[in-house]
């Protein structure tokens, strides 16, 4: 992240966090050192501690200080009082948990409550409790409770998923991720959250609303998407930008149907998607590129026999790049 100090002065200003949020706090708790929230802390509270203190339920205070100095070794001597050791550390994490509305115990509490599912090399289809469907790609994963039980439906996604929402007008559906939200009622869309570098909504049907995480701060901070339409955001100029997504929509109607139907299409057009279903580099060479494919592969097949039917109605050669791990098609039979 960036600024990750910044980050965390946010996250002190609000009221409530989202689950994505409570996740990255809770993973910052269990990773990091606390220096920085101890000075985010400091700068964010300093003009409120006298007011904050009379305020501050001690209870709670003992018992979120309890579960945090369970998970990082503290000695029981060392609680004396979470304003004392407000400099310290330990103290500053308390904090800010308790003035920020989301105490360390109903942290720890709420992601038991979560089912989570990673994916390494496979792709896998997970059913949420509401009957929607989340089909992740590779190396990506989705956390959610076991029940929706609240005004929202949500989730937290790392990495990329197509998902098909059951409509509920009265219970929002949201995806929280890293770097921006997604809030839907009922439709079919690809989300992709790629670490802290970018994010990419693409919509096959239905509306999704797009928002960047404290959107106050730039003009383009929302989008609203319908079909065809698809969302990018770049973290580093904090810029959120509509784009025609019509190719991306077909790609993804094709992948979820099984099936990827070609009629006259190019072959580079073809190429290109093999590379992105199979996630190995697929290209043309210039007199290959144009040649029209008529044909179709079932998202079953492996990628060499999808190779082997383009050489054979083409009459195309495939070889191997000079670096060993992605295809070249040659050559073809074709004007």
């Known amino acids: 992240m960036p600024n990750r100090k910044e980050y965390l002065k946010q996250l002190l200003k609000k009221d409530r966090w989202t ?19 101890e000075m985010a802390a400091t700068e964010y509270f300093e003009a409120d501690l006298l007011t904050a203190k009379q305020i501050l339920d001690k209870r709670l205070s003992e018992r979120m200080l309890k579960n945090i100095h369970q998970r990082i070794g503290a000695n029981d001597s060392s609680f004396k009082g979470i304003f004392r050791l407000y400099k310290q550390k330990i103290a500053a994490a308390a904090v800010v948990l308790l003035l920020a509305g989301s105490a360390w115990y109903i942290l720890l509490q709420e992601r038991v409550k979560q089912k989570a599912f990673a994916t390494t090399t496979e792709r896998q289809t997970v059913k949420l409790p509401d009957g929607s469907l989340v089909h992740l790609e590779k190396a990506s ?112 109607t094709q992948k979820m149907s099984g099936k990827f139907i070609y009629k006259g299409d190019p072959l580079s057009k073809v190429a290109t998607d093999l590379q992105r279903y199979y996630n190995v580099p697929v290209v043309t060479d210039q007199k290959s590129a144009q040649c029209r494919f008529y044909g179709s592969f079932n998202t079953t097949d492996d990628l060499d026999k999808a190779l082997s039917l383009i050489a054979f109605l083409l009459d195309t050669k495939v ?13 073809g039979n074709c004007k």
């Open 19 to 37: 689950a994505a949020e409570q996740e990255w706090m809770a993973d910052y708790l269990e990773t990091n050192d606390l220096s920085e929230l």
């Open 141 to 252: 994963s989705i956390s959610f409770p076991e029940e929706f039980n609240g005004k929202n439906r949500e989730v937290v996604l790392k990495g990329e998923a197509f998902f098909e929402i059951n409509h509920d007008a009265k219970h929002p559906f949201i995806i929280s991720s890293s770097l921006i939200n997604t809030t839907v009622l009922g439709t079919s869309f690809n989300m992709e959250v790629r670490e802290e570098n970018m994010a990419r909504v693409v919509v096959v049907s239905g509306m999704v609303q797009v928002n960047t995480h404290g959107n106050q701060a730039h003009k383009n901070g929302q989008l609203v998407l319908t079909a065809n339409k698809g969302a990018v955001y770049n973290p580093v100029s904090q810029d959120l930008r509509l784009q025609d997504a019509s190719e991306d929509a077909r790609f993804f």
């Open 319 to 331: 070889r191997k790049d000079s670096a060993g791990n992605g295809y070249i098609i040659v050559g």
